[in-house]
């Protein structure tokens, strides 16, 4: 009775060595790292918050981006992963619509513990993109 994206991660799950997951650390340790170097740059990360403009809700996931293949249903998505990898503070911010008049988004990853700067920096992108907040999205206007 589960869908098959729960059977994906389920099977997914039972097929880790010890091995598997020591090395998978060593890359999220690496790219936390990696992070803390950008960071003493920069101040924040800007990212999307995925690699495709919105679908039809019908559609479960983009099969492939660009003419590559994706390997599973979360692939279409996994920007979204890095600050949670990290554990970073990451919040999502209006970026603007697609031509279809569905929207699109920006995350900003803030340092780790540094959840006040960014909520400081949502405030401030808030207030300077009232327009793009106020806009109401082109496919609500026109309709389907």
């Not at 554990?87 to 340092?111: C, D, H, K």
């Amino acid at each position: 009775m589960l869908k098959p994206e729960a059977i994906f991660e389920y099977e997914g799950l039972t097929r880790l060595s010890a091995i598997d997951v020591a090395r998978n650390s060593e890359l999220r340790s690496r790219l936390y790292e990696g992070f803390r170097e950008l960071f003493t740059r920069y101040d924040y990360a800007v990212l999307p918050t995925a690699q495709v403009m919105p679908f039809e809700a019908t559609r479960h996931w983009p099969e492939s981006i660009d003419g590559t293949a994706m390997s599973s249903y979360h692939r279409w998505m996994e920007v979204t992963t890095i600050g949670t990898l990290i554990n970073a503070p990451v919040l999502a911010v209006p970026a603007g619509f697609s031509a279809g008049g569905l929207p699109i988004g920006l995350q900003i990853i803030g340092r780790n513990h540094d959840d006040r700067g960014l909520l400081a920096f949502a405030k401030a992108w808030e207030s300077r993109t009232a327009a793009l907040r106020d806009r109401v999205p082109p496919l609500l206007v026109s309709g389907p």
